[in-house]
Each structure stands twice: as C-alpha cells, then as structure tokens.
C-alpha cells in the first residue's frame, strides 16, 4: 500500500525552525518527484517547495526562498522540509506529495499520492 506519512510539525514561536519528514512507505522515492505543499485555514492549497528525482532540482516558492530548504534521503525513503525563521503567516496544515515522474511539479494537480498533513503553527 501506497503511503506517505508527514511529521515535524507542531507550534513554534516566530524566528524559531522546525524540521518537517515525508516518509514513505509501499514505494521507493527513487523516481518519484516530491513536494510540499500548505493550506491555511480559508485559503486554497499552494506549492511550497518540491525536488526532483533525476538531478536533486529544487523549487521554493518566494514566500519562502532563503528560510526553508528541501532534501532527500533515498536510502531512508524519507524528504525533508527545514523551515527556519517562521513567521505566523507560515501557519499552515504542511502535506507532502509524491509525483510519479523524476521532474518537479509546482501545481497540486500534478501528484498522485498525499499523506495526511501535519499542522504548523507559528505563534508567539
């Protein structure tokens, strides 16, 4: 069975960081591209960041260029998210995704398999 299983989140002050994991499991990551994506309470579902498979490309959208950082890790099956310097607007349930082709995608419409989210909430 296909899964992917989101942890790290959790309630953080601003300026402070957290380490978000996607782990998977039924599947290897290998060929798969992954991304991350956040939803705010009333608002729609946006691309965060995401890697490539064939070449280790990353994508970070500009909210979050230069504080958040995507990695893999092949041989643990697991990607990770490391957001420093939150701020509350990065509050958010963060999903992880996994696209069925090596290249990045930056629209949710582009994946095929979710895990369940995890809740960031960045308060002071």
């Known amino acids: 069975q296909v899964q992917l299983v989101e942890s790290g989140g959790g309630l953080v002050q601003p300026g402070g960081s957290l380490r978000l994991s996607c782990a998977a499991s039924g599947f290897t990551l290998d060929n798969f591209a992954i991304g991350w994506f956040r939803q705010a309470p009333g608002k729609e579902r946006e691309g965060v960041s995401c890697i490539s498979s064939s070449d280790g490309s990353t994508y970070y959208a500009d909210s979050v260029k230069g504080r958040f950082t995507i990695s893999r890790d092949n041989a643990k099956n697991t990607v990770y998210l490391q957001m420093n310097s939150l701020k509350p607007e990065d509050t958010a349930v963060y999903y992880c995704?996994?696209?069925?082709?090596?290249?990045?995608?930056?629209?949710?419409?582009?994946?095929?398999?979710w895990g369940q989210g995890t809740q960031v909430t960045v308060s002071s």
């Open positions: 995704a996994a696209r069925s082709t090596p290249a990045m995608g930056v629209r949710a419409d582009e994946y095929d398999y």
